[in-house]
């Protein structure tokens, strides 16, 4: 399966609103439409939109094995308080991280492998029947996303769709007020950009939201999504 220039460009007409984008996803590429979410600190709002939507919509989480016990927990407190239905775990193989991390330090010396081998080539294989991921990214998250587009090519015959992209921090923060949505432990703390537990540190006053992540690296995303 593969995404058609005249569904790209019947997706792009919507405009900006965000569950216009979710309904039309559903609407132009029946059966072809996942959720891609971390279910970190800013995730609720988009699967609070998709569940209003369509409650049985696949979710997509890349359970690493390195997330904090608090995004786990979060994981299924946010399913269950959303009344989502079709929440994936995607893992990598047991034997991959046997012969490539058996020691499970491979974040320390190899961080660009780790999250090949933990989040590229899980979501690869699992979003297969999926020619087309929403996400919940933001131009306001970091300087290397302050060009996405709402649409954007991901491939060959793939896109991702990004509803939330023109929302801001303080504008997903109101929402998930308005919503009674709960909040990720680990929000309250100092991190509005959640990873694995070893590749994440709370982020100063001043910081992007996303300098906690591998921070003193260039690294500055996992692989997942192209710079933009």
Known sequence: MSVTKQQVDALTAVGTDATAIIRAALDVLPGQVAVLSSFGAESAVL?????????????????????????????????????????????????VTQDRDPEGQLWAFDPDACCKMRKVEPLDAASLPYPALITGRKRSQAATRNRMEIVEPDGEGRIKINPLAEW??????????????????????GYPSIGCAP??????????????????????????????
Not at 168 to 189: F, Q
Not at 209 to 226: D, F
């Open 47 to 95: 699967l609070a939109l998709a569940a209003e939507i369509d409650p049985a919509i696949p979710v997509l989480f890349l359970d690493t094995g390195m997330h904090f016990p608090e995004t786990i927990e979060y994981r299924h407190e946010l399913a269950r308080t959303l009344g989502l239905m079709d929440v994936i775990d995607v893992r990598p193989p047991r034997q």
């Open 168 to 189: 801001t921090r303080e504008e997903i923060d109101a929402e998930m007020t308005r919503r009674g949505l709960p909040r990720h432990p680990l929000a309250s703390k």
């Open 199 to 228: 590749c994440t540190r709370p982020v100063g006053e001043n910081e992007d939201s996303r300098a906690g992540r591998w921070a003193g690296l260039a690294k500055v995303e996992c692989g997942i999504h192209r710079p933009t």
